[in-house]
């Protein structure tokens, strides 16, 4: 008997991998569609029906590059922390509430914040590893961004926690309005943390030539790529699970995956500066406020 479990959990992991990936794939072809309307151009549309062997053909060329090892680099680490990025994400998606696991009821918040803190060590040396000045910089500017907007996230995830368990319960009503802007800033740190635009300073071509990932080719930069997408996704179905219902989540799950297309497309690029202005002055004293505001109260 157990086996069977064992052998069903294993099967059930594979699946959801395999699901994940192939929608990363697929996301990376609407995202350049959308993109290309956006900027009144045309997008992929040679490779079969409306180009969808791009994603594919995109792969195939990636893994079949030459897997070039910077001289003075840690190879070890320079080939194994692509992977380990990789699973950080994946691991996440077992909160996801199709896979009727525990966590998603239990623990799962916990187990989404100490999993995305694991993040920050993972760029952090994937940057160190490659022995490249501007890797280095990328890493350095990358952990700067995801700390700051990690501790406001974590934040918000505690505030809204405590709204539903108190004020719901004590009230009964949902204060709507209030809801909204802690959304709202939500969102920015879900851009924020997932290094996406207009907040992409760990790959800022102009200055850091692709930032902590510079030395990376073939199949660890695909690697390095799938978990920034999959992070984004579970990103977008983490806020979908906190404020809406549980019953449509997967509808507003595609509006936050579109959400973070949409901001690359439209707004420009923050400076590093601001950013950062944005997550201590702004964000932060404004959740803590509320917070200690509701938990006095």
Same mark, same amino acid.
């Given at each position: 008997?157990?086996?069977?479990?064992?052998?069903?959990?294993?099967?059930?992991?594979?699946?959801?991998?395999?699901? $994940?990936?192939?929608?990363?794939?697929?996301?990376?072809?609407?995202?350049?569609?959308?993109?290309?309307?956006?900027?009144?151009?045309?997008?992929?549309?040679?490779?079969?029906?409306?180009?969808?062997?791009?994603?594919?053909?995109?792969?195939?060329?990636?893994?079949?590059?030459?897997?070039?090892?910077?001289?003075?680099?840690?190879?070890?680490?320079?080939?194994?922390?692509?992977?380990?990025?990789?699973?950080?994400?994946?691991?996440?998606?077992?909160?996801?509430?199709?896979?009727?696991?525990?966590?998603?009821?239990?623990?799962?918040?916990?187990?989404?914040?100490?999993?995305?803190?694991?993040?920050?060590?993972?760029?952090?040396?994937?940057?160190?590893?490659?022995?490249?000045?501007?890797?280095?910089?990328?890493?350095?500017?990358?952990? =700067?961004?995801?700390?700051?907007?990690?501790?406001?996230?974590?934040?918000?995830?505690?505030?809204?926690?405590?709204?539903?368990?108190?004020?719901?319960?004590?009230?009964?009503?949902?204060?709507?309005?209030?809801?909204? $802007?802690?959304?709202?800033?939500?969102?920015?740190?879900?851009? =924020?943390?997932?290094?996406?635009?207009?907040?992409?300073?760990?790959?800022?071509?102009?200055?850091?030539?692709?930032?902590?990932?510079?030395?990376?080719?073939?199949?660890?930069?695909?690697?390095?790529?799938?978990?920034?997408?999959?992070?984004?996704?579970?990103?977008?179905?983490?806020?979908?699970?906190?404020?809406?219902?549980?019953?449509?989540?997967?509808?507003?799950?595609?509006?936050?995956?579109?959400?973070?297309?949409?901001?690359?497309?439209?707004?420009?690029?923050?400076?590093?500066?601001?950013?950062?202005?944005?997550?201590?002055?702004?964000?932060?004293?404004?959740?803590?406020?509320?917070?200690?505001?509701?938990?006095?109260?």
């Amino acid at each position: 008997m157990l086996s069977f479990f064992f052998a069903e959990s294993m099967f059930n992991l594979v699946l959801n991998i395999i699901i $994940i990936l192939i929608g990363v794939a697929f996301f990376t072809l609407m995202e350049r569609k959308i993109l290309s309307l956006i900027q009144l151009r045309v997008g992929p549309n040679k490779p079969s029906y409306m180009g969808l062997l791009v994603p594919f053909a995109d792969a195939l060329k990636l893994i079949t590059k030459e897997n070039n090892i910077p001289q003075g680099s840690n190879k070890l680490l320079y080939l194994l922390l692509p992977l380990f990025t990789l699973m950080i994400p994946l691991n996440m998606w077992v909160l996801n509430p199709s896979n009727m696991s525990s966590l998603t009821t239990k623990s799962g918040l916990l187990f989404f914040l100490c999993l995305s803190s694991l993040g920050v060590y993972a760029i952090m040396f994937l940057g160190w590893s490659s022995n490249s000045k501007y890797s280095l910089m990328g890493a350095i500017r990358s952990v =700067a961004q995801t700390i700051s907007y990690e501790v406001t996230m974590a934040i918000i995830i505690i505030h809204h926690v405590i709204i539903n368990m108190y004020m719901l319960k004590n009230l009964g009503v949902t204060p709507t309005n209030f809801f909204i $802007i802690i959304m709202v800033m939500m969102m920015i740190s879900m851009l =924020a943390e997932s290094n996406r635009a207009p907040f992409d300073f760990a790959e800022g071509e102009s200055e850091l030539v692709s930032g902590f990932n510079t030395e990376f080719s073939s199949i660890p930069f695909v690697l390095i790529f799938l978990a920034e997408y999959t992070m984004m996704f579970f990103m977008s179905l983490l806020c979908s699970l906190l404020f809406f219902s549980t019953h449509l989540y997967m509808f507003f799950f595609l509006l936050m995956v579109f959400f973070f297309i949409w901001a690359r497309g439209t707004l420009p690029r923050f400076r590093y500066d601001q950013l950062m202005m944005m997550a201590w002055k702004s964000l932060l004293p404004l959740v803590l406020g509320s917070l200690l505001l509701i938990t006095s109260t």
